[in-house]
């Protein structure tokens, strides 16, 4: 399910004199199967034009284009487009309501208006997906979740619907590191099994460098960067000049090459980073 955005402009408070806009001229085509993180300062944007990509933002200047489909088109089905292109809030409050959490993940098949048979079905293959246990926390009361339960219950309600493309804002924030492991382990798992179209938007460089096949960098209100993640991170002080710190790992390799150990550049994660040290403490040794 392709997306594609055409020259997208939009303000806030349009018209009045309070108009501020956040987003100048926006292209960029998005694949599918693709994984793609979004990243960029505080306020660059990032939310205002995930939010495009399933309507929930309609474009007054410019287009875009989902499947095929132009949003702004009256004839567009746009509900549709929400159950194909689901979106995951940051705060998983804002998007769980239902008294339980098996009614809430249904909402959206329900809304589909599939076979009670069904709906069961899409319940628990959705929390499955999500790892929730369905018999332990099918009736469970939504806000007597941990964090990371909800985060998960909220993609699950996504999931639910099957979409083809699924946008996460920044859904690790505010968790402990466990929740946040959790949480980043579903999301690969899900892009791994699925091969679903995943959007998704971070402020920890740490999170896109270990996900995302593709960068896309957003800095007041302008894509600054389109690129393979690798070669998004090699411009590390374009990076550092917007206020994006690198990966952990990657400052870490470039201290110890910086000691004089002969490490690779590039790295990203922590895998690369322990096999890469592994590697040179071997090759020490072999020479000792």
Do not use: W
């Amino acid at each position: 399910m392709p997306i594609e955005v055409i020259n997208l402009n939009h303000s806030y408070k349009e018209g009045t004199p309070f108009e501020q806009q956040v987003l100048f001229d926006i292209n960029i085509s998005i694949n599918d199967g693709e994984f793609i993180g979004i990243i960029g300062p505080t306020r660059a944007g990032k939310t205002t034009l995930a939010q495009h990509f399933n309507a929930l933002h309609i474009p007054r200047r410019g287009k875009v284009i989902i499947d095929g489909f132009d949003t702004t088109d009256k004839q567009t089905d746009l509900v549709s487009i929400r159950h194909q292109v689901g979106y995951v809030f940051q705060n998983p409050d804002y998007q769980l309501f239902a008294p339980t959490v098996g009614e809430d993940i249904a909402f959206g098949p329900v809304n589909q208006k599939l076979p009670a048979e069904k709906i069961k079905e899409r319940v628990q293959e959705a929390m499955t997906q999500v790892g929730l246990d369905y018999n332990t926390l099918l009736n469970r009361d939504v806000f007597a979740l941990s964090g990371g339960q909800k985060r998960r219950a909220a993609i699950a309600g996504v999931l639910a619907c099957r979409p083809k493309v699924l946008v996460l804002d920044d859904v690790t924030a505010g968790l402990d590191p466990r929740g946040r492991e959790e949480i980043l382990n579903v999301i690969g798992e899900l892009h791994h099994r699925e091969k679903i179209t995943i959007i998704f938007i971070s402020n920890s460089m740490d999170e896109a460098a270990s996900l995302a096949e593709r960068i896309i960098v957003i800095n007041q209100g302008k894509v600054i960067m389109d690129d393979a993640t690798r070669k998004v991170f090699a411009r590390f002080e374009e990076l550092n000049s917007i206020g994006l710190e690198l990966p952990e790992a990657m400052v870490l390799i470039e201290k110890l090459r910086l000691a004089g150990f002969n490490l690779p550049t590039g790295v990203l994660n922590v895998n690369e980073a322990l096999n890469s040290i592994i590697k040179v403490l071997l090759e020490m040794e072999a020479h000792k």
